[in-house]
């Protein structure tokens, strides 16, 4: 009976699929080339493809200010995302890239549109579906690339490997293995945040899978009790590994699960809307406390490398989300109703990416592996003699830095 829920539910993909066009509102064409694309003196005002959800707290507008720069940019950034996501599953197949490997295509705009709307003071920490987030605090393609392979010109000098990315400089504490086991942490650095008085906030992601975790509960707890601005964003892809959110959750709509604390669905296929919501939640946070926000998102790909993502749902649902609400295709159909690129400048732009993914991997292939010394670094402090032992305990294998 399960089963035939689900194949019932997969084949009409309604639950997936929202209209595009009728959603969008434009302001008159710009007629201008993409040479002049780069010009901030003109407001473009877009509207939400669909409007927010809220719980216990008002909605944000459903209009949007953008400019013809950030159009650009957000195609570009995604495209890029996009790009590397797919060269990582090439190289996997390729057995360059070992052990787990989680790919982010098709939820971009969660990561693009947070960060058009926060700062790089504010933290952000994730799970293990974290090579565009990383991107998007201002991480390499070679650093992606070289982590990804295990190589020292990595993020995490190779060590982290696809789950591990991190960059402390811009905020971002990882790319966590553990499920749910980022949203202590997060509330964590909310913690900190609220005692330094540095009026920042720290966004904590988890999927719909790790929604159900104890942990997840407990932090929002203490972190309501004490007002903290963590803001904790469900990415819900509506498959936790292959399983769908219906059979996991009895309430699978998470942005009310905090039940004392205020939640925001949002379409997170909408770049600008997820802009919008984050903003929202990063103004609610330092006022109120905490805020969940449910971004409603897809992924092309499977769970990770050892799925073919086609078991469990239909290829029609996956070509469907493909065509109605593709983040990219919005933002190219956009582009297109304001005439600030032509279709092949878009597609010399696409080639552009494609060769810088590629100039990427050559040079993260040149970068060596990991020193065998390097096995006992980042374990305990530095400079307190530390000894590691052989199996027996007999022979002092190395005194640690």
Not at 270 to 286: I, S, T
Request: glycine fraction near 8%; aromatic fraction near 8%; charged fraction near 25%.
């Amino acid at each position: 009976m399960a089963l035939s829920r689900l194949a019932s539910s997969s084949s009409s993909g309604s639950n997936f699929l929202k209209p595009l066009s009728s959603a969008l509102s434009f302001t008159p064409s710009l007629r201008r080339p993409i040479s002049s694309a780069a010009d901030d003196s003109t407001t473009l005002t877009i509207e939400t493809s669909v409007p927010f959800t809220s719980h216990r707290c008002d909605v944000p507008s459903r209009t949007v200010d953008t400019t013809p720069k950030e159009l650009m940019t957000f195609f570009r950034d995604m495209a890029l995302m996009r790009r590397m996501e797919i060269a990582a599953d090439s190289l996997y197949k390729a057995k360059l890239i070992r052990g787990f490997c989680h790919l982010y295509d098709g939820q971009e705009a969660v990561a693009i549109g947070m960060e058009a709307a926060i700062t790089k003071k504010d933290c952000i920490i994730t799970a293990y579906r974290d090579h565009c987030t990383f991107l998007g605090r201002g991480g390499t393609l070679l650093q992606v690339f070289s982590e990804l392979m295990g190589r020292q010109g990595g993020c995490s000098k190779g060590k982290g490997g696809s789950m591990h990315f991190y960059k402390k400089d811009a905020g971002f504490y990882g790319g966590h293995g553990i499920v749910g086991a980022q949203v202590p942490l997060g509330c964590g650095l909310a913690f900190g945040q609220k005692y330094s008085k540095d009026e920042t906030v720290t966004f904590a992601l988890y999927g719909d899978g790790a929604a159900n975790q104890g942990q997840l509960f407990e932090a929002l707890n203490i972190s309501a009790l004490w007002d903290l601005p963590a803001i904790l964003v469900c990415e819900n892809n509506h498959y936790g590994m292959g399983t769908a959110e219906w059979r996991a959750a009895k309430s699978p709509s998470y942005y009310k699960r905090g039940d004392y604390v205020p939640g925001l669905k949002v379409d997170g296929m909408d770049v600008f809307a997820v802009k919008q919501a984050c903003k929202f939640a990063k103004e609610h946070a330092l006022k109120n406390g905490p805020i969940i926000l449910e971004m409603d998102t897809y992924r092309y790909h499977g769970h990770s490398m050892s799925d073919p993502g086609s078991t469990y749902r239909t290829r029609d649902e996956i070509s469907g989300v493909r065509q109605e609400r593709d983040p990219i295709e919005r933002i190219r159909k956009l582009i297109f109703a304001h005439d600030l690129a032509t279709e092949k400048e878009l597609k010399d732009i696409e080639k552009e990416v494609r060769k810088e993914v590629d100039e990427a991997i050559a040079k993260a292939k040149e970068s060596p592996m990991p020193e065998p010394s390097e096995l006992f670094t980042n374990i305990y402090v530095k400079g307190y003699g530390a000894e590691s032992f052989g199996a027996d305990r007999k022979e002092v294998r190395t005194v640690l830095p």
